[in-house]
């Protein structure tokens, strides 16, 4: 299959992983991300809303579902599709899938950037207006939400405005990417970066340095009863997507520093490159443990689900020396009444 644009990373005898070695490793850890997603995320929507295992306030709650959903979303649109490239080693998906391919990691990536600035400050929020944010309804909260859902259109918005076909398959990333020909982009795309990612990360590191500023004087002016679990859910979420972050801000300064005419033999434009766009997924994993660590319904939500299998053996295995009790009563009852008196 060939997509709109051939680029120079299109070429797989140059950019491919011929190591089987490396690229099963790689297909490795984006199943273990998949599988992780859907049976972390599932379990926290379902624990959310069906048994309301979450004692945080309810701003915190809808977000946290809105946020599950995209880590579900990206995880089947965005590492799915890196997963069957990767063991196919080519691109084997029709022109139409390549084409949204990225329009969808496009539109849910910042989606879930902009769900975690809506968190760390929603929480700083109810932190310093309790009384206010007690009034705050759940709609306004889910509109809340939908307003980051909406404000993320805005790439695959210009991509179809501007050049919808300006797509290629990268076999550094093994995935299709935008390619921004559009001399549009040569502004256009400083802004996006500016609005969708500097300032919402601004946010989150102002708010959540503040949130533990203002939790530490709030703990020592109520002597010890502020609640932490809500606090330590965002602090840690923001924790780990700064963590995740990290390899793609080295690469792209490395990107700007590092002059070479053939990237094919570059670590730093190679390896490291998909090592940069593959650790945000630790966002998608790591959600499900932050919340079994700090919060406690959700913690014993997920205990008493572990349990089930062992407590329905256990009551199989009652079941079954009942029923063994019962025969070899009756057994002793029709031989004592078989004897001649």
Request: hydrophobic share 45%.
């Amino acid at each position: 299959m060939t997509s709109g644009v051939m680029n120079e990373f299109s070429n797989r005898t140059v950019y491919g992983i011929e190591s089987s070695a490396i690229r099963y490793t790689w297909a490795g850890y984006f199943l273990f991300v998949i599988v992780s997603s859907l049976i972390g995320d599932t379990a926290i929507l379902i624990a959310s809303i069906k048994y309301r295992a979450f004692k945080l306030h309810k701003i915190i709650i809808v977000i946290i579902q809105h946020i599950a959903v995209c880590d579900l979303m990206v995880s089947l649109t965005d590492v799915l599709p890196k997963l069957i490239s990767v063991i196919a080693n080519e691109n084997v998906f029709s022109t139409f899938l390549c084409y949204l391919s990225p329009y969808l990691r496009y539109y849910f990536n910042p989606a879930s950037v902009l769900l975690i600035c809506t968190m760390c400050c929603s929480k700083l929020y109810t932190l310093k207006s309790p009384l206010r944010s007690a009034t705050v309804t759940l709609t306004r909260t889910h509109m809340m939400c939908v307003g980051c859902w909406l404000a993320a259109f805005t790439f695959p918005a210009t991509f179809l405005v501007l050049d919808w076909k300006d797509i290629y398959f990268s076999y550094r990333g093994y995935q299709c990417n935008y390619v921004y020909s559009s001399p549009v982009y040569h502004w256009l795309k400083p802004l996006l970066a500016v609005v969708f990612l500097f300032i919402p990360n601004c946010l989150v590191v102002a708010t959540t340095v503040n949130l533990l500023i203002i939790a530490k004087k709030v703990a020592r002016r109520c002597r010890g009863s502020l609640k932490w679990q809500g606090i330590m859910t965002t602090v840690l979420i923001a924790t780990v997507y700064f963590i995740s972050l990290i390899p793609m801000v080295v690469y792209r300064v490395g990107e700007s520093l590092i002059k070479i005419d053939d990237k094919s033999r570059s670590f730093h434009f190679t390896h490291f490159y998909r090592i940069a766009i593959s650790f945000p997924f630790l966002n998608i994993i790591s959600n499900f443990y932050i919340y079994s660590l700090t919060v406690s319904g959700f913690r014993d939500f997920v205990w008493s689900r572990i349990q089930l299998p062992f407590r329905l053996s256990t009551k199989m295995d009652a079941f079954t020396r009942l029923g063994r009790r019962g025969s070899e009563t009756e057994s002793h009852s029709r031989n004592t009444n078989s004897k001649p008196s």
